[in-house]
Every structure is written in structure tokens, then in C-alpha cells.
């Protein structure tokens, strides 16, 4: 590389590490200007406790935990093609982890107690065990990363990737059981919401690691050889099924339980914006389009198709956390069953929910600081995935 | 510590001697200094488990003495235009019955369970039991997750949306924490009723010792069919009702 | 690296001078008291390098064991050192606890939740539901 393009694309970097940068602070400008009016100034209330930050959150601690199976693709099954992704993957799970949970952070009502979130742990809250777990992430990504990129290290790398992976099941267990645990509220009572999380996950994940994988190959002008892609996609399209099998059963469980109709009803049919997101958003734009994009004849080979159906999937991601915590908030608790009830505090009523500004701010903000430690970290360590694609041909990994 | 500092307290440790040399000494506050002497106030107790009886056949529709009371002891005013931001530790549900049409109306507040899932899913312990069965938020470590408020059955949590300013010195209670229904822990503990109970009219609440079983609430129990709210949750609620 | 701890070792050093600069300026916090010439629990010296501790150990005691009649009790301090012309310990930089917090450039969390005014009585109106 000349020394004028070197240049240009390093003041390209600063440019884009700016853009992250501003996004992120306009983020923290926003919970700070929550902290500083109080929870008044957002959408929530009483009834709907979590919104739009919780749900931005908790996409990136998924799709955190669900990239990070790449990089374990490569290390445990010892597949080479994701063995090369193992870097890259383990940037992305650090960076979205903590976004992540910056946004979860900022959202509190006293944020600046962050220290007696740290300090005072009650190990029966799966927010507890959670406490323990994200930590825990980030110190086995670290020592997995440092495992691949030291090569005295490598040999380690087996284990840590293992490690990481039994962590990584543990987290989403842990980030789905925060909901699974919920006994009082119809919507998350369920035994499948733990396993529909780790296999979101998984979805979620390598759809983020794709658009990344895309964007950084763009900007180096290289392209993924098809063969590569192909089994990338498969792989996507395995996981994006496998969610709609966890989604409909979990629906067609509540069905089946006469006390879960009202619910379903209300989330599948009545509720408004609610399943209007759950079909148009989750089902049509985020499973079904991405599935005839990977394989219907005319789409499949369309440029950008395998790009397209992560976005889409990633667009579904949202619509779906959107139906699954605020739908089921919205729906009124069930404190009297066989009765109707009324009260000035909202009861018996299907709330409402519109996010202001600063909550869907801080949200942005969150994929700003997943985006700019990544920029940062792409630029500064060397991660870009090249295949050795001649010795990949001789070995006939490339082969369908 | 200089001279004077240590004759202060000498004299200090005098006064601790005695109340009655206190008496006689001009122009001191009698009741700050000697307070450490007086008798130990009863301590909450694991013996005792505060609980309440609603009888809702006597609980008119419309009546809500109890929350005006409520909100008066707790210095519950708030200004937050969203009415679904606002605090109600105490309020009227009024319900009517599918089918048979029959109406009733009922206060409904945190129930004091024995196994209460806001304690379980505190991340930090602010949710938590008094011995006396009593659940409370402690607002120096609780952190505004709200998380008490998703896992609770009974919506009695609610969560300070702004700044506040107009608390009662025995009530402190503030924005980005969540709270809830004391049994007005602070008139309990000087053997008082909560506020709720001394208002209504009707006489429609007992309040009492669960374990003490010459109490007039354990007599009443034994007496009367009561229900828990949610009983299928098995979270043996400290709060029941009569009639529902 | 070497010249960056340099740096940092000079700026360490030149710390006190700083300190010494600004002694001088801040002026003593000056406070009127609503019920002066009371004896306090415990000798100014001691309150004003323990008073956190002893808040805090007791809190714990009132909230979870429900001690209500301490010799440390927040409301008590309140009592004794609101001022004369506000009824409160907070609110202005001559209010007892906001003039040394100001002074001393500390926090003051307390008053988030807890009323700085003695003896105040929130107003409800009566018979009207939220």
C-alpha cells in the first residue's frame, strides 16, 4: 500500500472512530439527563418498568454471548475457516458484552451506585448470578483472545475455547433465566425461554459477526470466496430455523394452557403494535426473507444476499425482544383470576408503552460503543479473516 | 485532640452516669444525651410475624379512607404528570366477578411474604425481610433496576419517576428507587397501627401478630375462611383477605 | 515512558503547592443554627470526622432491626443544626450540612431521600386518590 492511500484510509478510520465516539456520547448525554430528571422524562412507568434501553441491551449481551460461536467453531471443533474468525469474534463479544451492559448500567435509577451493584450480591437473584457471569465472560474472552494471538499460548487455545463456550451457554442461560424466573407474569413463565435464548443467541451472533465480516472485507476490498459464504449461510439459516422452532413452541405451549389464551390472544392477535411487530417484523422480515434469501435459486446468488438476510435477522432480533419484554409487560398481571379488576393503578388494563428521546438514545448510544471499540480494535490489532484459501482447496475443506 | 475536647468528654462520660445529674445541668438537651441510657426499644423480632386481615364483604366500593391515610403517614405527593408514573403503596382494586357479576372492592398492597420474589431477585439485598416478617426496600443500596417490580404478583412496587422533595422525616423515600408498603413500619415499631388500619371506617382491617394466637387477627383466622391473594404462587402472603 | 512517570512525579511534587495556593481562599463555612448552645452526642471534633460512620452503622440498625430511639438519629441531627431563617440542614451554603459538604467538596447523598426540614409534614389532600 502506497503512503497516500495509507493515509486516506487512516483518516477514514479516524473519521469513522469519531462517528462511534459521538453516537456514544450523545448515548451518555442522555442517561445522564435521565439521572439528572429522573425516570419522568422516559416512556416507562410503573406498569412498563423496562423498555427500549432493556431491550437494546439485552440484543447486545445475546448476540454478545451467540458471536462468540465462531470463534468456538474453530477452536473446539477445530474447523479451520471459523479458526481464522476466531479473533475477530472475540472482539465482538467483548465490545457488544459491554456496550451491553453499559446501557443496562446507565438505565438504572442510581446509576452512580454502580459500586453497591459490585460489592452487594444476593446469590439467589438471577441478576446476582449475572453479576458473576459477565465478568467471568469478559476474563474468558480475554484469556481465549490472548490464547490465539500469542503463540505461545496456542496450545492453550483448545481449552479456552472450550471454556468460553460452557461460559457462554452459562450467560445466556443466565440472561434468559431473568425472565424464565418471573413466575408472576404470564408472558416469561415458561421453561423454554432459557433454551430460546441460547439458541437466539446463536442466530443473533453470527448474523452481527457476517455484517461485520462484510464491512471490514468492503473496506479492504477483498471478497469472501463463495464456498465460505455458503457454508456461513447454511449455518445462519440452521440457526435462524432453529429459533423459529423455540418461538413456536413456546407460543403453542401457552396456547395449549387454558389460562395462557388471554395472553396469547392479546400478543398474536389483539395487542396492536405487538403482533404486528411478531408477524411483519420477527416472522416475515426477520425469519422468512432471510430464509428464501440463503435459499431460493433467484435470491441466493443475488450480491449481498447473505448480508441482507443477517441485517434482516438482526432487524427481526429487535422486533422480537420488543413483542417478548415490553408485550409482556404490557399485558395486565392476572392478581384476581376469574375476575375483573379496575383501580386507579392501572390494573386489569393493557398498558401502553411509547419511548421518549433519551431512551431510545441511550439504546443507539449502546450500539455506538460496541461499534467504536470495535473500529478501535480492528484498526489496532490485525483481525481481519484471511483464508489461505490454496491450502484450504488442498485440504478439500472448501469443498460443498 | 486538644484540652478542651477531652473535658468535654469526661464530662460526657459523666453524664452518661446518670439521668438525674443531667436534670440539674442548665441549657442542655436532655433527651440527646440520654438516650443511649433509656431502655432499648423492642427490636424486631423473629417470635412475631406482622400480618393483616381484610374484610372485604365490609370494604365499601368507593371508600378510600385507607389510601388518603396511607399517603398522609407516608408523605406519598407527587406531581409526575404520567399517572402511571406515580407511587401507590396503598390502593382500591375494585373487581367484579366473571359470571355471577357480584362486585366487591379491595385495598391492595406489598402482602409481606414469607418467601417474597422481589427478595429473591434483588440483585443487591435492598429488597428484603425484617425478622418480623416485614418486607422492605433499603433505599442506600438499591439501585433502581426494577426487577422486584417485573417478579412481583401483586404490582406493589412502585418506582420514583423525579426528584422529590416533600418526604416526611420518618419516611425517607426518593427518586430512582423503588418502594413500597411498610405496614408503616415506622408506627409499628412504636406499637402503633399502620395508618390504613386507625382509618378505616368500617373497621375492615386487623392488624396483629400472626404467631400470637390470643392476638385478635390469629383469633379472627382461626374463626373465619380467609384467602391468599394468588395462593397458587405458594408465597404465604402476610396480607389476606375475607370474602374475596 | 520514562519521561511520562517524570511527568507524573513532577505533578505529584507540585500537588501540595497547589493545596497551599488554595488554602487561604475558601472562605470557613458560616452557619446560624436554629437551636444553638445544645450539647451535641458526641464533641465537635468527633462529630466532624465520625458523623458518616455512625449514620451509617445505625441506618443499618434502624432499617433492618428497627432501632428507633438511638443516640445517632439523622432526624435528631436535623432538629439541632437546621437554620434558623430555612428550617433546613439543606438548600443553601449557610445550611449546616450543605455548608461543610460545600466546603469540604463531599457529596451529600442523605437528602435525596431524606427530608432536610425539621418537623415537616407532608401535605395531602385528603380524600383524593392519586
Known amino acids: ?40 422524562v422516559t416512556g416507562m412507568n410503573n406498569q412498563i418498568v423496562w423498555g427500549l434501553p432493556h431491550v437494546f441491551a439485552i440484543f447486545l449481551v445475546v448476540a454478545a454471548s451467540g458471536v462468540l460461536n465462531v470463534a468456538s467453531i474453530g477452536s473446539v471443533f477445530g474447523k479451520t475457516v471459523y479458526k481464522t474468525r476466531g479473533q475477530l469474534a472475540g472482539l465482538l463479544c467483548f465490545a457488544m458484552l459491554a456496550a451491553g451492559l453499559v446501557v443496562i448500567l446507565l438505565d438504572l435509577g442510581r446509576a452512580d451506585r454502580i459500586m453497591v451493584a459490585a460489592t452487594h450480591v444476593n446469590l439467589t437473584s438471577v441478576f446476582g448470578w449475572n453479576m458473576i457471569l459477565y465478568p467471568g465472560m469478559f476474563a474468558i474472552a480475554f484469556v481465549y483472545m490472548w490464547t490465539l494471538m500469542e503463540k505461545r499460548m496456542y496450545p492453550y487455545s483448545k481449552a479456552a475455547g472450550f471454556a468460553a463456550f460452557i461460559w457462554r451457554l452459562m450467560l445466556t442461560t443466565g440472561t434468559g433465566s431473568i425472565f424464565g424466573f418471573i413466575a408472576a407474569r404470564q408472558a416469561y413463565q415458561s421453561a423454554v425461554v432459557a433454551p430460546m435464548f441460547i439458541i437466539m443467541s446463536f442466530a443473533w451472533g453470527m448474523a452481527v459477526f457476517m455484517v461485520v465480516q462484510k464491512a471490514m472485507y468492503l473496506w479492504n476490498g477483498m471478497a469472501l470466496h463463495p464456498a465460505i459464504r455458503n457454508r456461513f449461510k447454511r449455518l445462519l439459516a440452521t440457526f435462524v430455523a432453529a429459533v423459529f422452532y423455540f418461538v413456536a413452541v413456546y ?18 392477535l389483539d395487542g396492536g403494535i405487538f403482533p404486528q411487530l411478531f408477524w411483519g417484523g420477527w416472522l416475515v422480515a426477520g425469519t422468512l426473507l432471510p430464509l428464501a434469501l440463503i435459499f431460493l435459486p433467484g435470491l441466493k446468488d443475488m450480491p449481498g444476499s447473505a448480508t441482507l438476510a443477517s441485517l434482516l435477522i438482526i432487524v427481526g432480533a429487535f422486533c422480537q425482544l420488543y413483542v417478548f419484554i415490553i408485550g409482556g409487560e404490557a399485558f395486565p398481571l392476572e392478581i384476581f383470576p376469574g375476575m375483573t379488576a379496575g383501580s386507579s393503578f392501572f390494573d386489569g388494563r393493557i398498558d401502553h408503552y411509547s419511548p421518549s428521546l433519551p431512551e431510545l438514545l441511550l439504546g443507539i448510544g449502546g450500539i455506538g460503543i460496541a461499534f467504536t471499540m470495535v473500529v478501535v480494535g480492528v484498526h489496532v490489532l490485525k483481525f481481519l479473516p484471511e483464508d489461505d484459501v490454496a491450502k484450504l482447496e488442498a485440504a478439500g475443506a472448501l469443498a460443498d | 485532640m486538644t484540652a478542651p475536647d477531652n473535658k468535654r468528654r469526661n464530662f460526657l462520660a459523666a453524664a452518661g452516669a446518670g439521668a438525674a445529674t443531667l436534670a440539674i445541668a442548665p441549657g442542655i438537651n436532655l433527651i440527646r444525651v440520654s438516650a443511649a441510657d433509656e431502655p432499648q426499644t423492642k427490636l424486631a423480632s423473629g417470635k412475631v410475624r406482622w400480618g393483616m386481615l381484610v374484610d372485604t364483604t365490609k370494604c365499601a366500593t368507593g371508600c378510600d379512607a385507607c389510601v388518603s391515610a396511607c399517603h398522609q403517614e407516608n408523605g406519598i405527593v407527587e406531581e409526575v404528570e404520567d399517572p402511571r408514573q406515580r407511587s401507590q403503596w396503598l390502593r382500591k382494586i375494585d373487581l367484579v366477578e366473571q359470571g355471577t357479576g357480584r362486585q366487591h372492592s379491595l385495598p391492595m398492597m406489598c402482602q409481606h411474604c414469607a418467601e417474597p420474589p422481589c427478595v429473591d431477585v434483588c440483585p443487591t439485598g435492598a429488597s428484603f425481610k425484617r425478622a418480623d416478617g416485614i418486607v422492605l426496600v433499603d433505599r442506600h443500596t438499591c439501585i433502581g433496576c426494577r426487577y422486584c417490580m417485573m417478579a412481583c404478583p401483586y404490582k406493589a412496587r412502585s418506582f420514583v419517576h423525579e426528584p422529590l422533595t416533600t418526604q416526611n422525616p420518618e419516611v425517607p423515600r426518593g427518586v430512582g428507587c423503588v418502594e413500597g408498603c411498610t405496614f408503616c413500619v415506622q408506627r409499628i415499631d412504636r406499637g402503633k397501627n399502620p395508618a390504613c388500619v386507625d382509618a378505616c371506617p368500617e373497621a375492615a382491617l386487623v392488624f396483629g401478630d400472626l404467631n400470637d394466637e390470643n392476638s385478635a387477627i390469629a383469633k379472627k383466622l382461626k374463626e373465619v375462611a380467609s384467602t391468599q391473594v394468588r395462593a397458587d404462587l405458594k408465597l404465604d402472603t402476610g396480607v389476606r383477605y375475607q370474602g374475596i | 515512558m520514562s519521561r511520562a512517570l517524570n511527568f507524573l512525579a513532577l505533578l505529584l511534587l507540585a500537588l501540595p503547592l497547589f493545596g497551599a495556593a488554595h488554602a487561604g481562599e ?8 436554629a437551636n444553638p448552645g445544645t450539647q451535641c452526642i458526641a464533641p465537635p471534633e468527633e462529630m466532624r470526622r465520625n458523623h458518616m460512620e455512625m449514620l451509617k452503622h445505625q441506618r443499618d440498625r434502624t432499617l433492618r432491626l428497627g432501632e428507633r430511639s438511638a443516640r445517632v438519629s439523622l432526624n435528631g441531627c436535623i432538629e439541632c443544626h437546621a437554620s434558623k431563617t430555612s428550617g433546613a440542614v439543606t438548600g443553601s451554603n449557610e445550611n449546616f450540612c450543605q455548608a461543610c459538604h460545600a466546603y469540604a467538596a463531599v457529596k451529600l447523598d442523605c437528602f435525596d431521600c431524606h427530608q432536610p426540614k425539621a418537623g415537616h409534614k407532608a401535605a395531602v389532600a385528603s380524600g383524593e386518590p392519586q
Open chain 3, 26 to 33: 475558601a472562605a470557613k463555612p458560616a452557619i446560624i443554627i
Open chain 1, 1 to 40: 500500500m502506497d503512503y497516500a492511500a495509507k493515509r486516506s484510509a487512516e483518516t477514514k478510520f479516524y473519521l469513522l472512530a469519531a462517528l462511534g465516539g459521538l453516537v456514544s456520547a450523545i448515548g451518555v448525554g442522555a442517561a445522564l439527563y435521565m439521572e439528572h430528571h429522573g425516570h419522568a
Open chain 1, 251 to 268: 407460543h403453542l405451549t401457552n396456547i395449549y394452557y387454558a389460562k395462557q389464551t388471554a395472553f396469547e390472544q392479546f400478543i398474536l
